[in-house]
């Protein structure tokens, strides 16, 4: 059985199991709560543990991939540029979006109070008190990383990374691969060991499942579907951009876009696959304009480094969390957040979804203060929003191929018109 179907299970179970138990007044449920809470908690501490490194490791190794693709120039180089001005606009329209949506749709007030006592936490979280904005602003430069890395403060540990993959660039081609390569084997070893903590999930969110159960009854349950809901409409509002955007800047009528890149959508839907989505891809692209050589550079190129939803989708998530806590984020924290959110949505493309839920979307929690505990209990239903968000990359990737490669289609077209010798 694959894991995410395990981990829906464990969850299915355990809220099952624990609701069972409250409303038949189970006389040992204390008890039972007092070993599943710090089983759970323990599972969820052991995944914390690997994202600091793992997430450095990957930022690394990410801006190595980017330097090597945006030297070969031209189509590459102008994908690698909308690659990073569209995972800052995916995150910037979910951090307008997601609050207007939970402010259309609030979370119901008794569900949300009964999630908070079902992780311990009865009343909204504190508020963190606004250092001054000068303290603010030289808070994102760490003068300790390792302290900063210590304390999970994510914002300025990112920028570190940021600041230390760029520099690694600029040294000699020697020093540098050695460099990429330790960081490839620290991010690789890291997996193995997310990898085995993942192998737990099912045990550790059948035991979050049953307290969360236990505490909340059966309104849980109705607090995940809204949460679906509202995850799936950002993941959605992402994918229908992409035909504007695509008729603007690559000069692509939308009928012509929607026809092209329905195919790979319909195979994106059924496979949660963007690499499985390749061929139906690069046609489309095709379709849609872009030559053939610059569809088969920017195509492969985009599965391995971009995916539109990610930073909208994971920055949805942690404002979601939030708004359960009933915490009031300041414009300063959601632009940090936004921030954070593009950077490690670059570095964790090509892993696991399970891997890149935690990988993601801890960090951009870290940054806000937003508590973490109910985390897994949202992975175990990430498997819906996650056909979204593959249609949804799938169609940026078809968007930025036709885009980068209009000015090569054109110029195909172009030489095939004036050579007499075409057919």
Known sequence: ?????????????????????????????????AVAEPVGGLWLDALRMTIVPLV???????MASAR??????????????LFAVLLLASAAFAAILAPLALQAWPIPPDAAQALRAAVGTAGPAPQAEMPPAGDWIRSFVPTNPIKAAAEGEMA??????????????????????????????????????VGWVLWAAPAGVFALALVVGARAGWGAAGVLGHYLV?????????????????????????????RAVAPAQVTAFSTQSSIASLPAMLQGARAA?????????????????FRITSPAANLGVALYVAQVYGLALTPGQIAVAVGVAAVVSLAAVGLPGQTTFFTTIVPICLSLGVPLELLPILLAV????????????????????AIAGRDEGRADAGSVEDDPQAP
């Open 230 to 258: 509202v995850l799936s409409g950002v993941c959605i509002a992402i994918t229908l951009t992409q035909y504007p955007l695509v008729t603007l800047l690559g000069k692509v009528a939308p009928w012509r876009f929607a």
């Open 382 to 401: 990430e498997t819906i929003p996650d056909i979204f968000r593959t249609v949804g990359n799938v169609t940026a990737d078809v968007a930025v191929a």
């Open 56 to 62: 450095f490791s990957l930022i690394v190794t990410g």
């Open 68 to 81: 090597g693709a945006a030297a070969s120039g031209g189509a590459a180089a102008r994908a690698l540029g």
């Open 289 to 305: 304009g872009a030559s053939s050589r610059a569809a088969g550079v920017v195509l492969p190129l985009a599965v391995s480094l």
């Open 1 to 33: 059985m694959p894991l995410t179907l395990r981990v829906l299970l464990g969850l299915v179970l355990g809220l099952t199991a624990g609701a069972a138990l409250s409303a038949a007044g189970f006389a040992g449920l204390d008890q039972v709560i």
């Open 156 to 193: 300025p540990l990112v920028i570190f990374a940021l600041l230390f993959a760029l520099a690694a660039t600029r040294i000699a081609h020697g020093p540098r691969a050695r460099l990429t390569e330790l960081f490839e084997a620290v991010g690789q070893t890291m997996l193995v060991l």
